[in-house]
């Protein structure tokens, strides 16, 4: 094949593919709208509203709306943007989105600053039981001592 028919094919396939909006599916969409009398993903209600409410979703689908367009349409019918599961990001609704984001880099943070002060940490001061410096193991008296070495000189013949 020549380089203008490889041309003309890759033409065509991007011609088809892109034909127009992606279209909608009911799955996408079902986790994204509540439940006006459950007040639930629409996913998870068990209500006549609920099944009214997909079957008013599977007719929009059909139509060949997009899922924005359904989405706005949701609202426009039912007055208000509570019907969305996920609130808007505009006005104090940012908020919903900012604050998680914004404790999860404070947490990000305060790890990346004390996780080196625990690694430097020694062993006896991450107990409590010194000042940081290893000290020596307590002498033993005259007993101990004797009965230690006759211990070990058993163990080692």
């Not at 011609?15 to 994204?32: K, V, W, Y």
């Not at 039981?129 to 033993?140: D, I, Q, R, V, W």
């Amino acid at each position: 094949m020549s380089l203008r028919g490889l041309l003309l094919a890759g033409l065509a396939a991007l011609a088809l593919t892109g034909a127009g909006p992606p279209q909608a599916s009911f799955n996408d969409i079902e986790d994204e709208v509540m439940c006006v009398t459950c007040n639930v993903p629409l996913n998870v209600a068990e209500s006549p509203q609920a099944d009214q409410q997909r079957e008013q979703i599977r007719s929009l689908v059909a139509d060949g709306l997009t899922k924005q367009q359904i989405l706005d349409s949701l609202v426009a019918e039912y007055g208000d943007e509570n019907i969305l599961a996920a609130p808007k990001a505009e006005g104090i609704n940012i908020l919903a989105y900012a604050v998680p984001l914004g404790i999860g880099v404070v947490l990000v943070a305060a790890l990346a600053l004390t996780l080196p002060r625990w690694r430097r940490r020694s062993p006896a001061t991450a107990f409590g039981a010194g000042t940081g410096t290893a000290s020596a193991a307590p002498s033993l008296n005259t007993a101990d001592a004797r009965r230690l070495d006759e211990d070990l000189a058993r163990y080692e013949r």
